[in-house]
Protein backbone atom coordinates (compact mmCIF):
# COMPACT_ATOMS: atom_id res chain seq x y z
CA UNK A 1 0.00 0.00 0.00
CA UNK A 2 1.30 3.55 -0.59
CA UNK A 3 1.42 6.05 1.22
CA UNK A 4 -1.03 9.35 1.08
CA UNK A 5 0.54 12.50 1.38
CA UNK A 6 -0.91 16.09 2.05
CA UNK A 7 0.49 16.55 -1.79
CA UNK A 8 -2.18 14.00 -3.27
CA UNK A 9 -5.20 14.76 -1.69
CA UNK A 10 -3.87 18.30 -2.89
CA UNK A 11 -3.85 17.05 -6.53
CA UNK A 12 -6.51 15.33 -6.22
CA UNK A 13 -8.69 18.31 -5.30
CA UNK A 14 -7.07 20.42 -7.79
CA UNK A 15 -7.88 18.15 -10.78
CA UNK A 16 -11.48 17.78 -9.46
CA UNK A 17 -11.86 21.28 -9.36
CA UNK A 18 -10.51 21.82 -13.23
CA UNK A 19 -12.23 19.37 -13.78
CA UNK A 20 -15.19 20.74 -12.96
CA UNK A 21 -14.40 24.23 -14.66
CA UNK A 22 -13.41 22.59 -17.87
CA UNK A 23 -16.99 20.40 -18.16
CA UNK A 24 -19.02 21.47 -21.09
CA UNK A 25 -22.00 23.19 -19.35
CA UNK A 26 -25.25 22.63 -21.94
CA UNK A 27 -28.85 23.75 -21.51
CA UNK A 28 -32.62 23.62 -23.04
CA UNK A 29 -35.55 25.82 -23.39
CA UNK A 30 -38.78 25.51 -25.78
CA UNK A 31 -38.16 28.62 -28.02
CA UNK A 32 -41.42 28.45 -29.44
CA UNK A 33 -43.26 28.70 -26.16
CA UNK A 34 -40.99 32.00 -25.25
CA UNK A 35 -41.89 33.04 -28.80
CA UNK A 36 -45.38 33.26 -28.37
CA UNK A 37 -45.37 35.09 -25.10
CA UNK A 38 -43.55 37.97 -26.44
CA UNK A 39 -45.55 40.50 -27.39
CA UNK A 40 -43.85 41.41 -30.70
CA UNK A 41 -45.13 38.10 -31.76
CA UNK A 42 -48.41 38.54 -31.18
CA UNK A 43 -48.96 41.82 -32.96
CA UNK A 44 -46.81 39.97 -35.75
CA UNK A 45 -49.85 37.27 -35.50
CA UNK A 46 -52.33 39.60 -35.99
CA UNK A 47 -50.51 42.13 -38.79
CA UNK A 48 -50.04 38.64 -40.89
CA UNK A 49 -53.29 37.58 -40.75
CA UNK A 50 -54.83 40.82 -41.53
CA UNK A 51 -52.19 41.10 -44.53
CA UNK A 52 -53.63 37.72 -45.30
CA UNK A 53 -57.07 38.61 -45.20
CA UNK A 54 -57.20 41.90 -47.31
CA UNK A 55 -55.02 39.53 -50.06
CA UNK A 56 -58.32 37.05 -49.22
CA UNK A 57 -60.72 39.42 -50.13
CA UNK A 58 -59.03 40.47 -53.12
CA UNK A 59 -59.01 36.81 -54.24
CA UNK A 60 -62.82 36.55 -53.13
CA UNK A 61 -63.60 39.45 -55.07
CA UNK A 62 -61.79 37.91 -58.15
CA UNK A 63 -63.36 34.77 -57.81
CA UNK A 64 -66.71 36.51 -57.77
CA UNK A 65 -66.44 38.40 -60.58
CA UNK A 66 -65.21 35.39 -62.40
CA UNK A 67 -67.40 32.64 -61.50
CA UNK A 68 -69.98 35.52 -62.82
CA UNK A 69 -68.47 35.97 -65.87
CA UNK A 70 -68.82 32.01 -66.69
CA UNK A 71 -72.63 31.61 -65.45
CA UNK A 72 -73.19 34.91 -67.88
CA UNK A 73 -70.90 32.85 -70.78
CA UNK A 74 -72.68 29.62 -70.02
CA UNK A 75 -76.64 31.11 -69.72
CA UNK A 76 -75.32 33.03 -73.50
CA UNK A 77 -74.40 29.54 -74.62
CA UNK A 78 -77.03 27.37 -73.62
CA UNK A 79 -79.50 30.27 -74.93
CA UNK A 80 -77.41 29.89 -78.33
CA UNK A 81 -76.69 33.33 -78.51
CA UNK A 82 -73.17 33.03 -79.20
CA UNK A 83 -71.60 31.82 -82.38
CA UNK A 84 -69.11 28.81 -82.31
CA UNK A 85 -66.12 31.57 -82.85
CA UNK A 86 -67.49 33.66 -80.38
CA UNK A 87 -67.93 30.82 -77.92
CA UNK A 88 -64.31 29.44 -78.54
CA UNK A 89 -62.78 32.71 -77.97
CA UNK A 90 -65.18 33.72 -75.02
CA UNK A 91 -63.34 30.15 -73.56
CA UNK A 92 -59.89 31.41 -74.03
CA UNK A 93 -60.76 34.31 -72.12
CA UNK A 94 -62.16 32.88 -69.36
CA UNK A 95 -59.63 30.26 -69.44
CA UNK A 96 -56.77 33.25 -69.36
CA UNK A 97 -58.44 34.91 -66.67
CA UNK A 98 -58.82 31.86 -64.78
CA UNK A 99 -55.07 31.38 -64.48
CA UNK A 100 -54.66 34.98 -63.76
CA UNK A 101 -56.96 34.36 -60.69
CA UNK A 102 -54.71 30.98 -59.97
CA UNK A 103 -51.20 32.70 -60.62
CA UNK A 104 -52.53 35.57 -57.85
CA UNK A 105 -52.91 33.09 -55.56
CA UNK A 106 -49.75 31.74 -56.02
CA UNK A 107 -47.96 35.09 -55.92
CA UNK A 108 -50.33 35.73 -52.80
CA UNK A 109 -49.07 32.75 -51.12
CA UNK A 110 -45.52 34.66 -51.69
CA UNK A 111 -46.41 37.03 -50.53
CA UNK A 112 -48.00 36.39 -46.84
CA UNK A 113 -44.45 34.31 -46.70
CA UNK A 114 -42.26 37.46 -47.39
CA UNK A 115 -44.72 39.33 -44.81
CA UNK A 116 -44.18 36.98 -42.27
CA UNK A 117 -40.12 36.98 -42.41
CA UNK A 118 -40.21 39.94 -42.82
CA UNK A 119 -42.35 41.12 -38.78
CA UNK A 120 -40.53 37.88 -37.63
CA UNK A 121 -36.65 38.47 -38.74
CA UNK A 122 -36.69 41.42 -35.84
CA UNK A 123 -38.14 39.18 -33.29
CA UNK A 124 -36.30 36.13 -33.69
CA UNK A 125 -33.13 38.50 -33.65
CA UNK A 126 -33.84 39.83 -30.31
CA UNK A 127 -34.87 36.24 -29.39
CA UNK A 128 -31.32 34.93 -30.64
CA UNK A 129 -29.86 37.85 -28.93
CA UNK A 130 -31.69 37.09 -25.58
CA UNK A 131 -30.15 33.25 -25.84
CA UNK A 132 -26.95 34.44 -26.75
CA UNK A 133 -26.46 36.60 -23.81
CA UNK A 134 -27.86 34.19 -21.38
CA UNK A 135 -25.33 31.79 -22.68
CA UNK A 136 -22.20 34.21 -21.91
CA UNK A 137 -23.63 35.30 -18.79
CA UNK A 138 -23.73 31.72 -17.31
CA UNK A 139 -21.16 29.79 -19.61
CA UNK A 140 -23.52 27.71 -21.47
CA UNK A 141 -21.42 26.17 -24.10
CA UNK A 142 -24.63 24.68 -25.97
CA UNK A 143 -28.02 25.53 -25.55
CA UNK A 144 -30.57 23.47 -27.44
CA UNK A 145 -33.98 24.06 -28.62
CA UNK A 146 -36.85 21.43 -27.29
CA UNK A 147 -39.95 22.82 -29.40
CA UNK A 148 -37.90 21.17 -33.15
CA UNK A 149 -37.81 17.78 -32.00
CA UNK A 150 -34.51 17.34 -33.20
CA UNK A 151 -33.18 16.67 -29.58
CA UNK A 152 -33.62 12.70 -28.85
CA UNK A 153 -32.12 13.08 -25.54
CA UNK A 154 -30.94 15.93 -23.09
CA UNK A 155 -28.97 14.48 -19.67
CA UNK A 156 -27.85 17.26 -17.43
CA UNK A 157 -29.00 20.18 -18.89
CA UNK A 158 -30.79 23.05 -17.79
CA UNK A 159 -33.72 24.40 -18.94
CA UNK A 160 -33.16 28.35 -19.61
CA UNK A 161 -36.38 29.63 -20.79
CA UNK A 162 -37.16 31.31 -17.59
CA UNK A 163 -33.75 33.55 -18.05
CA UNK A 164 -34.51 33.96 -21.70
CA UNK A 165 -37.89 35.24 -20.68
CA UNK A 166 -36.53 37.74 -17.60
CA UNK A 167 -33.74 39.02 -20.55
CA UNK A 168 -36.92 39.54 -22.44
CA UNK A 169 -38.79 41.28 -19.55
CA UNK A 170 -41.45 38.65 -20.34
CA UNK A 171 -43.60 37.25 -16.78
Known sequence: MFKQ?????????????LSAQVAPKYGHMNLGNVLELMPETKKADEDIKAFGN???ATDDSLTQAFQAEVNK??????????????AQARQAELQKKQEAIQKFEQDAQQLIGTKREEL?????????EAVKAVAKELGYAMIFDTSTGAM???????????LVKKKLGLN
Open 120 to 128: LRPILTKMD
Open 73 to 86: FQESYDKGELTPVQ
Open 5 to 17: TPFFFFALLLSAN
Open 152 to 162: LFAAETDDISS
Open 54 to 56: RIG
